[in-house]
């Protein structure tokens, strides 16, 4: 993408559609132009007025004006807001006077919270954090979504970042200070930290991929023979009739998905083609996709009925860990001699057991994304820079160990170090931008 900095940008910040009231959102060096475009009276920053809103004697709409001055704003830049009715006449207006003006451009994807990361505001992480609340659907994604933009990953990564300069500034020492008295026990004071250090990061990241799962959805695979009632049960559990349901084998051919939230944590259930040696060729391919579904989710919910009850062990490729296995149709089961205590057992039909299973599905819901409030990571880039430093503060203790030159030893200190500034965005940050802002909302 090619950005330029010297461009004012603006763009409309609340939902497109017709609505009350609409927001347009300016950024950038001509702000204060905008009295004289307009013709209104500049109000004093932080202080909201009402204007109308003119251009070349046309009465454009009347506008709530807010003005914040550089640097204190979101972006670090002058902003102004336009509060304005929501009608797409009304916006329209507007835009074409801005579009018209030199140094005016609509503003591209996150390109607000991108000036404002340049600009020293925020860094990287409360971004994402930004985009994560932007895209909340959930409680537990609103938690997780604040508590980044807050700082909550950013402060321990910090410390991490404070412990390895301290490693380099001790290991530069060595290097730049050869015949002054520096104890001897530091360098192997320095393998013991390094290695400590590097522990608490692995298990750090040993997390189960809690964060990344609870900001895209924990994926559940309803699977199973056909006709055992899963698509009954997929509708039960979303509460619609998203899934065609029929006495006929074969009726579910391709993957079903729907979002919900559970107790707060975001859901992905899909309803998928019934598991079957398949004569005809598309259901085949549904079969398949039905399998490759279930084996990149997160939890599989293997549903049985009574005549199917020996068949679970036909699915013990797909079944992992935590993984559920139901008995559907217990209405027309009528020995209890058949019972397996590590099962659930339901009638869709009737409505006997469901709660449990929803109960079941809420506790592992809780053990893969985690209680509602802890520090995790969100991002895959903050895992691969993570384990990044990891390995490399492991080959400056094997340096310390092997005795081998200080000055490579430095240099992997420093390069942990980096990895870590790459999560914050305190370097390289014009080479991350564009892969952190690709999927932010034009107006922010």
């Not at 013709?39 to 009347?62: G, W, Y």
Request: net charge negative.
């Amino acid at each position: 993408m090619d950005h330029s900095y010297d461009d004012t940008i603006f763009s409309l910040a609340t939902a497109v559609g017709r609505s009350a009231t609409a927001m347009i959102r300016i950024s950038g060096s001509r702000v204060r132009d905008l009295s004289s475009i307009f013709n209104f009276d500049m109000p004093e920053p932080k202080v909201a007025k009402l204007r109308i809103l003119t251009h070349q004697k046309q009465r454009l709409d009347q506008s709530i004006i807010l003005f914040f001055k550089g640097p204190e704003s979101y972006t670090g830049e002058d902003v102004i807001e336009f509060h304005i009715h929501g009608g797409r006449a009304v916006i329209e207006s507007i835009y074409k006077v801005l579009i018209n003006q030199t140094g005016f451009r609509l503003a591209e994807n996150g390109e607000f919270s991108r000036r404002a990361v340049v600009n020293g505001r925020i860094d990287l992480t409360a971004a994402e954090g930004i985009n994560d609340l932007i895209n909340a659907q959930t409680e537990a994604q609103r938690i997780q979504g604040l508590q980044q933009l807050e700082g909550g990953l950013r402060r321990q990564l910090e410390i991490w970042s404070e412990s390895i300069k301290t490693y380099g500034a001790h290991i530069e020492a060595y290097i730049d200070f050869p015949d002054e008295e520096i104890p001897s026990d530091v360098l192997t004071k320095l393998v013991i930290d390094i290695q400590e250090t590097g522990i608490e990061m692995e298990k750090f990241l040993d997390d189960g991929r809690k964060g990344e799962i609870l900001r895209d959805g924990m994926k559940v695979a309803v699977i199973g023979p056909p006709n055992v009632g899963k698509s009954s049960f997929v509708n039960w559990l979303t509460k619609r009739d998203i899934a065609i349901t029929s006495q006929e084998a074969g009726t579910t051919r391709d993957i079903i998905e729907a979002n919900i939230n559970l107790s707060g944590y975001p859901v992905i259930v899909a309803d998928t083609a019934g598991l079957r040696k398949s004569a005809g060729n598309i259901e085949a391919e549904g079969i398949k996709r039905a399998r490759q579904w279930a084996i990149g989710a997160e939890l599989r919910l293997l549903i049985l009925d009574p005549p199917n009850a020996l068949r679970a062990s036909l699915f013990s490729d797909l079944l992992k860990p935590n993984d559920i296995i139901i008995m559907n149709k217990t209405d027309r089961q009528t020995s209890a001699k058949t019972r397996n205590p590590n099962w659930l057992y339901m009638s869709v039909k009737t409505g006997d057991g469901l709660s449990d299973v929803l109960e079941k599905i809420t506790d592992v819901a809780l053990l893969k994304m985690g209680e509602h409030g802890s520090v995790s990571i969100t991002q895959t880039r903050h895992r691969k820079l993570i384990s990044e430093c990891i390995y490399l503060l492991g080959n400056a203790r094997l340096g310390l160990l092997n005795k081998a030159d200080l000055e490579l030893v430095a240099e992997d200190i420093r390069s942990a170090n980096h990895s870590i500034g790459r999560i914050t965005g305190k370097v390289d940050v014009e080479d991350l931008l564009d892969i952190v802002f690709t999927d932010f909302c034009i107006g922010k």
